[in-house]
């Protein structure tokens, strides 16, 4: 309570403070869920501030968005947007052009998981506020775990064992289609995602770590490629090397897989009246690399940013923060379903009448790994693309653990160069 009039009374101070009122150009989704979002905002923003509130459309597409706002950017544009919505793999790379928040949002990061929080720092200074946040899940069955007397995963190598007995015992009893274990196996930017879970859950480093240091060709690193590998054609199909996140979804919800690793979106899909998995589903958070290893999820999620060329930053921060504040954070989660990267909207009990699934997956935010992006800054596109080439390398037995894990790690020191840039 006390964080929520704190965000309250800091929000209205700085609209009361202001000599005029200006009209903040944010960026607004497409879709009936995210208008009625936007348009509470719009609605709350005009009403506690003397500021007008303009939405602009960009690309829904991630890699798309990207290359706009570079676009906009480089030519230091003020007229097109103030406040955007960016992937929590882009504080690093477009630092420069975000506007520095530190001063204006510090006091609410205790409101927020601290994984989150701590992505968006480039260089000791906040480039973005959290908006939501994602972090990878593993399904599973709980008809057929049940069926077969097995209790939830806690290692990988449990789900391995699980997956491939009762796939077996499943396809003798004329289940043929029935695969034990689904991913993000495609060369792209979820497979980034995976591997970097696999890794850290052996206690194998984040490939490039915190220091900027590169850490990606260890023994442990080299365990995690290795167990990755051994499921293919054996509890995960050869398809699985072109899977999104769609198509393993649509591999699980069909009632052919037993677990499916994905994220927390997919779950009020699989509960949905035309799920042919209805009722049978649960998930937890992802297994550890072994008894000595650790639960680990790449953390996902999107920030709301400030433009650092905006001609309105004070109205700008004021907007981030209302974003920011518990009510707005629990109204995204009621109209859209997005997890709220803000701890106390957990305790609200209408979210949790609307999303008990949401108990579950706080272990697994608490959890979550970022992705080496802030570190290595404008060359994490790079970095990767390194990454999940290397990790499809290895799955599609186009190379060994080792030979890939040493390769990544001299393309990695070959963009790193003397520093991260």
């Known amino acids: 309570m006390r964080l929520k009039k704190i965000a309250a009374g800091a929000l209205l101070s700085l609209g009361a403070g202001l000599a005029q009122a200006d009209t903040v150009k944010m960026e607004c989704g497409a879709g009936a869920t995210v208008k009625s979002f936007c348009d509470y905002v719009k609605a709350r923003f005009e009403a506690e501030t003397p500021h007008k509130l303009q939405f602009i459309d960009l690309p829904?597409?991630?890699?798309?968005?990207?290359?706009?706002?570079?676009?906009?950017?480089?030519?230091?544009?003020?007229?097109?947007?103030?406040?955007?919505?960016?992937?929590?793999?882009?504080?690093?790379?477009?630092?420069?052009?975000?506007?520095?928040?530190?001063?204006?949002v510090k006091d609410l990061e205790p409101a927020f998981f601290s994984s989150v929080w701590q992505n968006n720092i480039v260089n000791g200074r906040v480039k973005g506020v959290p908006n939501f946040i994602d972090a990878g899940v593993l399904y599973y069955r709980s008809d057929l775990l049940e069926k077969y007397g097995e209790q939830p995963p806690t290692t990988w190598q449990d789900m391995a064992r699980i997956a491939a007995g009762i796939q077996d015992a499943e396809r003798a009893a004329g289940s043929r289609n029935l695969h034990g274990f689904v991913f993000q196996g495609k060369a792209y930017e979820g497979l980034t995602c995976d591997?970097?879970?696999?890794?850290?859950?052996?206690?194998?480093?984040?490939f490039v770590e915190p220091d900027?240091?590169?850490?990606?060709?260890?023994?442990?690193?080299?365990?995690?490629?290795?167990?990755?590998?051994?499921?293919?054609?054996?509890?995960?199909?050869?398809?699985?090397?072109?899977?999104?996140?769609?198509?393993?979804?649509?591999?699980?919800?069909?009632?052919?897989?037993?677990?499916?690793?994905?994220?927390?979106?997919?779950?009020?899909?699989s509960q949905d009246d035309a799920s042919p998995v209805k009722g049978k589903v649960s998930m937890m958070p992802l297994p550890r690399g072994g008894e000595g290893g650790q639960h680990a999820a790449a953390l996902g999620g999107w920030q709301w940013a400030v433009s650092a060329y905006t001609?309105?930053?004070?109205?700008?921060?004021?907007?981030?923060?209302?974003?920011?504040?518990?009510?707005?954070?629990?109204?995204?989660?009621?109209?859209?379903g997005v997890s709220p990267a803000r701890l106390d909207v957990y305790?609200?009990?209408?979210?949790?009448?609307?999303?008990?699934?949401?108990?579950?997956?706080?272990?697994?935010?608490?959890?979550?790994?970022a992705r080496p992006s802030t570190v290595t800054r404008t060359e994490y596109p790079k970095v990767s693309k390194a990454i999940w080439?290397?990790?499809?390398?290895?799955?599609?037995?186009?190379?060994?653990?080792?030979?890939?894990?040493?390769?990544l790690e001299g393309r990695l020191k070959r963009f790193k160069g003397r520093e991260w840039k």
């Open 60 to 104: 829904r597409a991630s890699d798309e968005k990207l290359s706009m706002l570079q676009q906009i950017f480089a030519t230091k544009d003020s007229k097109v947007v103030d406040v955007m919505a960016i992937d929590v793999v882009w504080p690093g790379v477009l630092d420069r052009h975000l506007l520095d928040l530190t001063e204006h």
């Open 195 to 206: 591997a970097l879970e696999w890794v850290a859950s052996f206690d194998g480093g984040s």
């Open 212 to 269: 900027g240091s590169i850490s990606a060709n260890n023994p442990k690193a080299i365990e995690a490629f290795k167990t990755a590998a051994s499921w293919i054609d054996t509890i995960s199909p050869k398809g699985v090397l072109a899977y999104q996140e769609e198509e393993a979804r649509a591999v699980f919800q069909n009632g052919d897989a037993v677990f499916m690793r994905n994220w927390p979106y997919a779950y009020l899909l």
């Open 311 to 336: 001609q309105v930053p004070e109205a700008a921060i004021a907007l981030v923060r209302m974003l920011a504040d518990f009510e707005s954070q629990r109204q995204n989660f009621l109209q859209m």
């Open 347 to 369: 305790e609200d009990a209408e979210v949790q009448a609307k999303g008990p699934h949401l108990t579950l997956l706080k272990e697994a935010f608490d959890g979550a790994v």
């Open 389 to 407: 080439n290397a990790a499809y390398d290895t799955l599609s037995g186009r190379a060994s653990a080792e030979a890939a894990l040493a390769d």
